[in-house]
């Protein structure tokens, strides 16, 4: 395992699940920049986690509830996209209070098993529902993001 790399993704990670439990206090164009800033750089860090063979015997417990107070996207929380660019099909809509929410559910997880010291058992975590889940809600949330805080939008 690349301790480097996984101790900077776990750094990220914290950092992005302390910016989701405050997000509310912010102004919306904060949230929005904020949130792109936050998800680009875990996505990018995602990218260097190493493919672990399996979980290991440590169950990584349910999803925690959304931060108390959550105030969402208000006018920008929801999008149009299509879900597989490789398949022609109708646009569906997104919400970026849900990808947000959902890839704070997965770090979250893994962040319990990584201090609790289940460092092998938090990257798998990390590492497959990047590739499964998570990874496909950061970036559709990017692509919004990047509209939201464009200087016409």
């Not at 015997?57 to 509830?65: H, I, L, N, Q, Y």
């Given at each position: 395992m690349r301790a480097d790399?996984?101790?900077v993704f776990a750094d990220q990670v914290r950092e992005y699940c302390d910016f989701i439990k405050i997000i509310s206090a912010l102004a919306l164009p904060d949230r929005l920049a904020a949130a792109r800033l936050h998800l680009l750089k875990l996505y990018a860090s995602a990218l260097s986690l190493p493919a672990m063979p399996d979980a290991g015997?440590?169950?990584?417990?349910?999803?925690?509830?959304q931060p108390h107070g959550w105030v969402g996207f208000e006018q920008k929380d929801f999008y149009?996209?299509?879900?597989?660019?490789?398949?022609?099909?109708?646009?569906?809509?997104?919400s970026l209070s849900d990808d947000l929410l959902d890839v704070y559910r997965d770090l979250q997880r893994g962040l319990a098993l990584w201090d609790a010291d289940h460092k092998k058992e938090a990257v798998w975590e990390w590492r497959f529902n990047f590739d499964f889940h998570w990874g496909d809600h950061a970036i559709d949330a990017l692509r919004a993001l990047h509209r939201a805080c464009s200087p016409t939008a």
């Open positions: 790399a996984v101790d015997e440590v169950d990584a417990g349910a999803s925690p509830d149009w996209e299509v879900f597989d660019p490789y398949e022609q099909s109708e646009p569906v809509c997104g």
